[in-house]
């Protein structure tokens, strides 16, 4: 649990009868990955015309390298039918990493949208680490044109 712990302990050092009180401190904290935008809001296409923004994933608190998983939404039409017409591309790859200076590597996302069918849409993409910590961002596509 994210916090800040403190611990005291005698220590004995070689065969000295002395004992030593030390105390220990530490701060836990949980990862977790802020966006930039921290919104997104892509404008109305025409049918089968593909639409893209690029967003910063900047993760903060990641001690160890974790790779990010995507979660897209799907969209039911009125017809019952669902479709995904969004997808992702990651220019440098997935992977969260530390740097030499210990601050977490931002990562450049490449969000598109492209749909054969008029739809409107508000909902959330989810970016998921490798311990299952979900962040989500918010994405919003509304009415397309009709070519």
């Known amino acids: 649990c994210p916090g800040t712990y403190a611990a005291e302990m005698s220590v004995c050092l070689n065969d000295n009868p002395s004992r030593y009180k030390i105390t220990l401190s530490g701060t836990v904290k949980s990862p977790k990955i802020d966006f ?22 900047i993760p903060r608190d990641y001690l160890r390298k974790s790779r990010i998983q995507v979660e897209l939404p799907e969209i039911e039409l009125k017809d019952g039918n669902r ?7 990651f220019s440098k790859g997935k992977d969260i990493i530390l740097s030499s200076d210990g601050t977490n590597m931002e990562l450049s996302c490449h969000i598109n949208f492209e749909s054969s069918c008029p739809v409107s849409f ?11 910590n979900r962040s989500f961002y918010a994405g919003f596509q509304y009415g397309m044109i009709l070519v």
């Open 36 to 57: 930039d935008p921290p919104c997104l809001m892509l404008m109305p296409v025409p049918l089968n015309v593909k639409t893209e923004s690029t967003i910063k994933i």
């Open 83 to 89: 479709i995904s017409p969004f997808s992702v591309q």
């Open 122 to 132: 508000l909902g959330n993409i989810f970016f998921i680490d490798k311990n299952e």
